[in-house]
């Protein structure tokens, strides 16, 4: 929050966004907006859709980002769980269930909410590096 670049990044004012309408940035003012209201805690479908604009814009496909987002979900996730057998707060369905509930007998509120950063921290970047190199005009 101290750091000047990073909270002109959150307000979408980063001058590295080209077009301050682009979903990337739009993303990013709804997201300050939350964060100034100390309401992202109760918003995890924020991060759903950060991942989602991520597998869109890698993909090009909304359609195919919701898919392998339900297919996550619904499949690989639950699979994963049974394999491990062990700590899955890491999981993305396991740390955003718990920042939804305020925390939960398994997963701590603060941890949640590291995941969740970090989950948006990656997607963001990846979105803005996909979007930085593709050729928009295709």
Same mark, same amino acid.
């Given at each position: =929050?101290?750091?000047?670049?990073?909270?002109?990044?959150? =307000?979408?004012?980063?001058? @590295?966004?080209?077009?301050?309408? @682009?979903?990337?940035? /739009?993303?990013?003012?709804?997201?300050? =907006?939350?964060?100034?209201?100390?309401?992202?805690?109760?918003?995890?479908?924020?991060?759903?859709?950060?991942?989602?604009?991520?597998?869109?814009?890698?993909?090009?496909?909304?359609? /195919?980002?919701?898919?392998?987002?339900?297919?996550?979900?619904?499949?690989?996730?639950?699979?994963?769980?049974?394999?491990?057998?062990?700590?899955?707060?890491?999981?993305?369905?396991?740390?955003?269930? %718990? /920042?939804? +509930?305020?925390?939960? %007998? @398994?997963? %701590? /509120?603060? @941890?949640?909410? %590291?995941?969740?950063?970090?989950?948006?921290?990656?997607?963001?970047?990846?979105?803005?590096?996909?979007? +930085? =190199?593709?050729?928009?005009?295709?």
């Amino acid at each position: =929050r101290d750091n000047p670049v990073v909270a002109a990044w959150l =307000r979408g004012e980063a001058s @590295t966004m080209s077009a301050q309408n @682009t979903v990337l940035g /739009l993303w990013c003012k709804e997201a300050a =907006r939350l964060w100034t209201e100390k309401d992202l805690t109760s918003n995890p479908e924020l991060v759903w859709g950060v991942i989602g604009l991520a597998i869109a814009y890698v993909t090009r496909s909304a359609a /195919l980002a919701i898919s392998i987002g339900v297919g996550y979900v619904l499949l690989v996730e639950p699979m994963i769980g049974q394999v491990l057998q062990g700590d899955t707060s890491w999981l993305l369905g396991n740390a955003l269930t %718990a /920042l939804a +509930q305020g925390g939960s %007998a @398994t997963v %701590a /509120l603060g @941890t949640a909410l %590291a995941w969740a950063v970090l989950y948006v921290s990656v997607g963001l970047a990846v979105s803005a590096l996909v979007l +930085q =190199r593709r050729d928009v005009t295709d």
